[in-house]
């Protein structure tokens, strides 16, 4: 399979509102702050960059050194460039460790943790029965037998990390591990950094729906973020304003096809290897990019009740969601910092 998950068309699930952002920049007398943004395609979707800075060569710079962060880690992470570290991992599965680098082994280890918290239901072993549905491509609905077969290449409890030896073992043949759930957060939280360096007093970087925003926003308290609606294309349910958040959202209006009336969408359930049927989505805020992306696909599966109960419990972590019939539900952090769109 190719590019499984960053090959995705930007479908906008959150809509950033940067364009509003450009009417905040006025001609004062004392140097005010430049705003500048670009867009460009990467890891399979559009990755708009907006950067906040005294001039404008230093903002050109710092939207420069995102770009570059994110080229960067598409080769890094990618598991459909055979000479990856994960595609040597996945390569090996069944036969030997793989030694990766301290970045790859600690974005395992982190996914890992997300997999702990969301009791399996944000899973990085899942690619195989990704592929057997092939929700964008083939738009198969997998024999019962077929995914039964699958279940022993899914467990991601059997991935065995070496900390010491730097290690990744994939005890099956056939098991892989694809980051592409979590890679979008991580590596928006990534380019923000190099941002920062570049001397960005602020800014945003925006892979499709995962958003990292960081410091000052010109006249505003917080970078405007809307939410979209899950059923009304073009609608959105709630705005926010954030800065040094993270926000990404899971849906299943993002990639699906309908069979019969019946609509399959790309987020499946680990347990039942169906897609997850408790939610339409769900937004995740969380100070770190790569938590929010992989919190809001196990939260997605958790479903509303245990979803919630996971949100109230982390700190510093907020979600909306979508129920399965379409009721909003918004953890308490968050209830006086949504406005109506
Ligand atoms: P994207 O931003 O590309 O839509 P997401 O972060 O929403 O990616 O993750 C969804 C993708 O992750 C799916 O397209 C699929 O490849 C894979 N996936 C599906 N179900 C799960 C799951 N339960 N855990 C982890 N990854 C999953
Ligand atoms: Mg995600």
């Known amino acids: 399979m190719k590019a499984p998950r960053f090959h995705t068309i930007a479908r906008g699930m959150l809509c950033l509102v940067m364009t509003v952002m450009a009417g905040c920049v006025k001609i004062q007398p004392t140097s ?5 943004k670009r867009i460009q395609m990467h890891m399979g979707t559009l990755v ?3 950067a906040v800075a005294s001039d404008k060569n230093v903002s050109d710079r710092a939207i420069q050194a995102a770009f570059d962060e994110v080229k960067r880690l598409e080769q890094l992470l990618s598991t459909w460039r055979s000479d990856s570290e994960l595609s ?3 390569a090996e599965a069944g036969r030997r460790p793989v030694q990766v680098s301290r970045e790859t082994l600690q974005l395992v280890i982190r996914s890992l943790e997300i997999a702990e918290l969301t009791h399996g239901g944000f899973n990085i072993a899942l690619g195989p029965a990704v592929e057997a549905w092939s929700v964008t491509e083939r738009q198969h609905i997998p024999e019962k037998e077929e995914l039964r077969r699958l279940k022993p290449l899914v467990d991601w409890k059997s991935i065995q990390v070496d900390s010491e030896r730097r290690t990744i073992y994939l005890p099956h043949k056939g098991m892989r591990i694809d980051v592409g759930g979590i890679g979008k957060g991580y590596a928006a939280d990534r380019a923000v950094e190099k941002m920062k360096q570049a001397g960005a007093m602020g800014g945003v970087v925006a892979l499709s ?6 410091g000052v926003v010109p006249e505003r308290r917080g970078f405007p973020v809307g939410i ?22 899971a849906g299943d209006y993002e990639r699906f096809f309908e069979r019969d ?8 359930d680990p347990q039942t290897l169906q897609p997850a049927r408790a939610c339409q989505s769900v937004t995740v805020i969380a100070k770190e990019g790569m938590v929010a992306d992989g919190l809001d696909t196990g939260i997605f599966v958790l479903g509303p009740e245990g979803g919630m109960a996971l949100v109230e419990r982390l700190p510093e972590v907020e979600a909306i969601i979508i129920d399965g019939e379409g009721k909003m539900i918004v953890s308490s952090g968050l209830r006086d910092r949504l406005r109506t769109p």
């Open 88 to 90: 040597l991992v996945n």
């Open 209 to 214: 729906g995962d958003i990292k925003t960081f």
């Open 32 to 36: 005010p702050p430049v705003i500048s």
């Open 228 to 249: 979209r609606h899950p059923r009304q294309e073009g609608a959105l349910i709630a705005m926010i304003d954030l800065t040094d958040e993270a926000i990404s959202t």
């Open 48 to 50: 708009t960059v907006t």
């Open 261 to 268: 009336g019946v609509r399959y969408h790309h987020i499946l």
